[in-house]
């Protein structure tokens, strides 16, 4: 039978590698986010790839309106999603407490937590009528541990580990999985999006390291995804070699040298 899944924040990432493996294992993908040409480019790309069906809705997670809209007109086109991957967040700026930049404050928050849960509120009740489903919420190495001048980004991912457990208690009646994967380190557009632009302090956040690359976050999703029904990872925490948790890591160049 078709199967279906829903990304948000498939224009870049974790969520455009989810999307694309899916497509290429013939689920129908429904690709989200805000920019509507690269959801176009993707659209084609997958379907030219994969010949699966694809529908894309550009629309911004922190507008409860435009949540709704778009599932409501999703609805119209498909009546079963199979998986909901809540991936659509960022981290804005890096900075103590009291000089914090309350917008990006604002932004994190209606992004991480807001977001998640708008669209997380249209899509669990008609998994809920249909019986099945499996919720994805990716969280992160910064919602276990917290760091330094990262506050704010960590309690939206604090955040999302509790959301993750209360939805998985909630949703428990009608069998309907939830798994929270929080990788660390991974190269994406995540440091440029923090940096607001700055290209060459985003690279140097992996300078010197192997990151996760958003392949890993995509296999790990489908892996979660392909066991059996009575299988529920409830948290899944994932690093690079040189990684440890959100506070510890080395560089590539320190690990120890094997002994000849
Ligand atoms: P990217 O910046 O590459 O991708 C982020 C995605 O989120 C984009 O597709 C973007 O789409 C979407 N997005 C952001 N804001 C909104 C919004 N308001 N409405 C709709 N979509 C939005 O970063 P990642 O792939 O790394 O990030 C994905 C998730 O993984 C995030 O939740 C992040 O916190 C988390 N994470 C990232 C880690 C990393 O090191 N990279 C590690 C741990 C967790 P668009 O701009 O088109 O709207
Ligand atoms: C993203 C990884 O270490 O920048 O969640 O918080 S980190």
């Given at each position: 039978?078709?199967k279906?899944?829903?990304v948000?924040?498939?224009t870049?990432?974790?969520g455009?590698?989810?999307a694309?493996l899916?497509a ?17 480019d ?5 379907i030219e790839?994969y ?9 911004d997670?922190r507008?409860?309106?435009?949540v709704?809209h778009a599932i409501?007109e ?7 999603i199979d998986?909901?991957?809540n ?8 900075s ?6 309350t ?7 209606d992004t991480n937590?807001?977001g ?7 899509v ?7 019986g099945h489903g ?6 992160s ?7 330094k001048?990262?506050n704010?980004y960590c309690a939206t991912?604090y955040?999302?580990?509790?959301l993750t457990q209360?939805?998985?208690i ?9 798994t ?6 991974a190269?994406?557009e995540?440091a440029v999006v923090?940096?607001?632009?700055d290209?060459q302090r985003?690279?140097s956040v ?5 990151p996760l690359?958003p392949n890993d976050?995509?296999d790990l999703?489908w ?5 059996p029904?009575?299988?529920?990872v ?7 070699l ?8 080395i560089?590539d160049s320190?690990?120890a040298?094997p002994?000849?």
């Open positions: 039978m078709e279906s899944i829903l948000t924040g498939a870049s990432g974790f455009k590698a989810t694309t899916f290429k294992h013939g689920y129908t993908v429904v690709i989200t986010g805000r920019r509507a040409d690269r959801l176009q993707l659209e084609k790309e997958l790839k010949g699966c069906k694809v529908i894309a809705l550009a629309f997670v507008v409860k309106k435009q709704e409501a999703l609805k119209k086109q498909l009546t079963v998986i909901l991957v991936n659509a967040g960022l981290a804005a700026g890096l103590t407490i009291d000089e914090g930049d917008e990006d404050w604002d932004t994190m928050i937590i807001k998640l849960l708008y669209v997380t509120r249209q669990a009740p008609m998994m809920k009528k249909q499996y919720i994805f919420n990716i969280g190495t910064a919602g276990k541990i917290v760091y001048n990262g704010v991912k955040a999302v580990d509790a209360g939805m998985r909630d949703l428990l009646p009608y069998g309907i999985r939830v929270s994967i929080n990788p660390g380190m190269e994406t995540f923090r940096f607001k632009g290209v985003a690279k992996y300078d010197d390291v192997h690359n976050i995509a999703i892996y979660c995804a392909n066991l029904a009575r299988v529920c409830n948290d899944l925490t994932v690093t690079c040189t990684q440890a948790n959100s506070v510890y890591s560089k320190d690990r040298k002994v000849a």
